[in-house]
């Protein structure tokens, strides 16, 4: 498997309490319905997509019999060209309180579901080509689904905006101060925020996005280690040894060996 926007995606309900993804995720339900709960309650029927931003608390409030498929989506590694920009854009208007639910025309939810399954395919790891492909369909079939979601102005709030900012700064040296002065607020302010919005601290997000980017470093490219550790921020190489090893459960060098040796191209 290699790095790429689509990431491993499983939500198993309904769980004791709120969970919080390091991703955003569509899911699909192809037959059944379900109660899901994020910020309100959206009754799910065959048919309907379910779009939930990272960082966003969610959860199912039944236990009715359902089958769905859905992708994960690295907004890190989301592009801000080509099927990109709308993809963020519905996500970001999620964030800010738009509806969540999608019902796409009857035409194409087929094709919808046909798309996402494509997107878990493991022979295509080492064809991303293909992988773009289907993440323009899938972004195109959303879009129908969502007129309009991509071409608004948005003004996000406030833990939204600091997540994107983050996404976006990713490869520079990045604290708290820094976000909170991008976003106009008091570190402890923005850090309250963030904490009791996600469950998660403004710096696990920073620790989140750099990894993301340092995979596709690690995968892409030929740099050392070291180079890589400077590229994503960090300053000490050894910090970014002991933070990539505690996250991913192997040290640099070996998950580029590993993800390398599966990658024909």
């Known amino acids: 498997m290699i790095h790429r926007p689509v990431v491993g995606h499983r939500c198993a309900g309904p769980p004791e309490g709120p969970v919080v993804h390091a991703h955003g995720a569509v899911a699909l339900l192809l037959s059944g319905r379900g109660v899901l709960h994020m910020g309100g309650a959206f009754c799910l029927q065959a048919g309907d997509v379910f779009i939930v931003p990272e960082g966003v608390p969610h959860y199912r409030r039944d236990e009715e019999p359902c089958a769905l498929v859905g992708v994960g989506l690295c907004m890190s590694c989301v592009p801000r060209v080509g099927w990109g920009p709308a993809l963020r854009s519905l996500f970001q208007q999620v964030a800010e309180g738009a509806c969540p639910v999608l019902r796409p025309a009857d035409a194409d939810r087929e094709e919808l579901a046909l ?47 600091a997540l994107d900012y983050i996404a976006q700064h ?54 050392t280690v070291d180079v890589i550790a400077e590229k994503v921020g960090y300053i000490s190489p050894s910090h970014f040894h002991r933070t990539f090893r505690r996250v991913h459960g192997l040290s640099p060098a070996s998950w580029r060996s590993q993800h390398r040796a599966g990658d024909p191209g």
Not at 119 to 126: N, R, S, T
Not at 191 to 206: D, F, H, L, S
Request: aromatic share 2%; charged share 25%.
């Open 170 to 223: 990713a490869l520079e040296p990045l604290s708290l101060i820094d976000v909170a002065r991008a976003v106009g607020r008091a570190p402890a302010h923005l850090a309250a925020r963030v904490k009791a919005e996600t469950g998660e601290p403004v710096g696990a997000w920073i620790v989140q996005a750099r990894m993301a980017q340092a995979r596709a470093l690690l995968l892409r490219g030929d740099d």
């Open 115 to 161: 798309t996402l399954r494509a997107l878990h395919a493991p022979e295509d790891a080492g064809a991303p080509w293909l992988v773009e492909a289907r993440l323009g369909v899938l972004a195109a079939l959303l879009r129908r689904a969502a007129p309009g979601a991509a071409d608004r102005p948005l003004d996000a709030p406030i833990v939204a905006r």
